[in-house]
């Protein structure tokens, strides 16, 4: 009987873990419309998004760690480690400001410059994880950064300028989440530590759920359109948040930081599409070539790169 290498179970897992993370990132790129189209104050939609989110990870989270025979106590382990609620704050950051930037610059934008995330894990995964950062790597960060310029560039005028900033900082939330979850898990046994992803991003909804409970309770969905309203941030919550994000917290198990944000970049290639589709709202061109730029050089990379290790 053949003996299947170590490499090859690797392999597998890689091709895995890049599955997962392409279906979380064609899920979360249906959030530009849905924030778009919910009537009511961004805050407000952050946080109940965050709170149908919460419910969902923590059904996940409960029948998975019945599945494995976890306890509770085991878990409350997780709970008390300070990693683990460092990136909880790190995800909490990511989807507040991005609903916050969304409404004030295009969706596009938001996504695109949101996933400047991979030029901050490339500069930080070495002195914190380790992980070598190849040549190829490098030219990444160039080119996302080159991409970044033009964004902006096409903005100036627009109104978009404090958008475009506040999903740079969106950026920072989305590259400390792979960073601080892959710091945790090398350090944690490792019946626990499969959970950890799941928790963090479910603590993360927790928080974001209520820094914005004042603005829920002051300004509730209503009206004529709070039906449909509540329908759009339920949908959010669950299937373009929850459901994607179990997907990437599988992910990263298998996947080096920098890939697994790397490969969520198939998100702004369809994001403009499903905005434009269902709103008509465009980027402006110079903005939409920045995006280019940073899409198809992602795209690039992942194609010609042959030593997975590198």
């Not at 003996?3 to 790129?29: E, F, I, Q, Y």
Request: hydrophobic content about 60%.
């Amino acid at each position: 009987m053949a003996t299947v290498r170590p490499d090859a179970d690797a392999a597998k897992a890689r091709r895995a873990g890049a599955a997962l993370v392409l279906a979380a990132a064609a899920l979360w790129s249906t959030g530009g419309v849905g924030v778009k189209v919910a009537v009511a104050e961004p805050l407000v939609v952050a946080g109940l998004r965050s709170a149908f989110a919460l419910a969902f990870m923590a059904v996940v989270l409960a029948v998975n760690a019945r599945r494995a025979g976890v306890s509770g106590g085991d878990l409350s382990v997780l709970v008390r480690r300070p990693l683990v609620w460092s990136a909880a704050a790190s995800y909490a950051l990511m989807v507040v400001l991005f609903v916050l930037a969304a409404r004030r610059t295009t969706a596009a934008n938001a996504i695109l410059l949101q996933y400047a995330g991979p030029i901050y894990v490339a500069l930080l995964s070495g002195p914190l994880l380790g992980e070598r950062v190849g040549r190829r790597d490098m030219m990444l960060v160039v080119a996302c950064a080159f991409g970044m310029v033009l964004t902006f560039g096409g903005e100036l005028g627009a109104g978009r300028t404090a958008g475009n900033v506040l999903a740079v900082v969106s950026g920072f939330g989305f590259a400390g989440l792979p960073l601080l979850l892959r710091m945790d898990q090398r350090r944690l046994p490792p019946e626990i530590a499969s959970f950890a992803p799941l928790l963090a991003m479910g603590l993360g909804n927790a928080i974001a759920a209520l820094v914005a409970l004042p603005a829920v309770l002051a300004h509730p969905p209503a009206g004529e359109t709070a039906a449909r309203t509540w329908l759009v941030i339920a949908a959010l919550g669950t299937l373009q948040i929850g459901l994607p994000y179990v997907f990437y917290g599988l992910a990263v198990q298998r996947l080096r930081a920098l890939e697994s944000s790397l490969l969520a970049t198939i998100e702004p290639v369809l994001a403009p599409i499903w905005v434009v589709l269902a709103t008509g709202e465009r980027p402006s061109p110079l903005a939409l070539l920045g995006g280019a730029v940073i899409v198809l050089s992602v795209a690039a990379q992942s194609l010609v790169r042959a030593d997975p290790t590198r």
